[in-house]
């Protein structure tokens, strides 16, 4: 597999004779492995992945380019041992964001005397950030879901029905329409409850008068959509319109700016300078966006500290907000493709002020 002769080829630049992966967005990116537990191991001359007798089939099956080497009889770690031995490497990297400290502690027993363990960081995220064909297509496939259940929604919004009833309405609209699962924990508020930016559903009911917010995804063939709308519930006031406009022609200018060679801190500042001219600067704490993809949360996006040059491929939320507490927020989300001469809204969701 390409992906893992790219690594395989860039384990000198990152200082390492080889690499033990066991975070499982990036076991699958690597080898196509989609059980839950699995490692792998990716020296000069080979790549391995070690499972437990509940997944050797599987990763048979779904693991061409790789050894799959079932380690039941033996520690995983042990296990990795004998194979990078067979390479004799001096330095073996580990994703040190997600190997934990027991973990380490186990390695480090077969390590000595053998190889030296190092701290690593964002191999293969990195690679990660710049889609390919096919995984394009895998998250337009997601968003066509979450695109379908938006144009459901809107006539299940009304005055009495609880947010949790929204919540469960769209999880579930999203799994007839074939995802298989939820991006992450659907985020669908009311009222005060859309000042907090990830608002957990309650039991309150919407009311008339007030925003109605929904931050939602669908998980579908390992990749996931991303989207969240605010709607007017019944006619609006003048301050409702007055935030809602801003994020809005917020979100629009920075979607604009988007282009190759572009840093994340320049797109989220676009954002952050009309929020803050409007008077809202204190109102919109989070960045502007995260890469999408295997995670919802893939990587490096826009906020203001964010040196993410941007390339064709990217695929990238922008999604700014303006919170009030007591009075409510406003956040509006698409899912953008980096494309050679700017970009491409990938979500098709109407935004012009929705009122309902
Ligand atoms: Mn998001």
Redesign the pocket.
């Known amino acids: 597999m390409n992906r893992i002769r790219t690594i395989a080829r860039n384990l000198a630049a990152n200082n390492v004779d080889a690499l033990i992966i066991t975070n499982m967005s990036n076991v699958f990116y690597v080898s196509g492995f989609t059980g839950s537990a699995a490692m792998v191991v990716i020296t000069e001359r080979d790549a391995s992945i070690l499972v437990d007798s509940r997944y050797t089939l599987q990763a048979k099956r779904q693991c061409e380019d790789l050894d799959v080497v079932e380690f039941s009889a033996m520690s995983v770690f042990e296990a990795a041992t004998k194979i990078l031995e067979r390479s004799d490497p001096k330095r073996v990297g580990v994703e040190a964001d997600y190997m934990t400290m027991s973990d380490y502690g186990k390695l480090v027993k077969f390590a000595e005397g053998k190889y030296q363990i190092c701290s690593t960081s964002g191999i293969v995220e990195r690679l990660r950030c710049v889609k390919d064909a096919k995984e394009i297509e895998a998250v337009r496939a997601a968003i066509r879901i979450s695109d379908t259940v938006f144009r459901a929604m809107r006539y299940e919004i009304k005055p009495g029905v609880t947010e949790k009833h929204m919540a469960a309405f769209i999880d579930n609209a999203m799994r007839e329409l074939g995802a298989d699962g939820t991006a992450f924990s659907t985020i669908s508020a009311s009222g005060p409850n859309t000042a907090l930016p990830h608002a957990y559903p309650t039991d309150r009911p919407i009311q008339a008068g007030e925003f109605y917010l929904a931050?939602y995804?669908a998980r579908l063939n390992m990749y996931n959509s991303?989207?969240?709308r605010t709607f007017f519930v019944g006619e609006p006031n003048a301050k409702q319109y007055e935030i809602y406009d801003t994020v809005l022609t917020a979100q629009k200018a920075a979607i604009k700016a988007i282009r190759p060679g572009k840093t994340g801190a320049e797109i989220d500042k676009v954002a952050r300078d009309i929020i803050a001219y409007a008077g809202f600067g204190d109102c919109f704490g989070h960045s502007l966006?995260?890469s999408?993809g295997i995670d919802?949360?893939d990587g490096a996006g826009f906020s203001p500290k964010s040196s993410l040059v941007l390339k064709p491929g990217m695929v990238i939320?922008v999604?700014p907000g303006i919170y009030i507490e007591g009075f409510g927020g406003v956040r509006i989300?698409d899912d953008i493709l980096v494309t050679e001469n700017g970009c491409e809204v990938l979500t098709d969701c109407d935004k012009e002020r929705i009122i309902l």
């Open positions: 931050d995804g991303d989207i969240t966006g995260h999408l919802t949360h939320t999604e989300e």
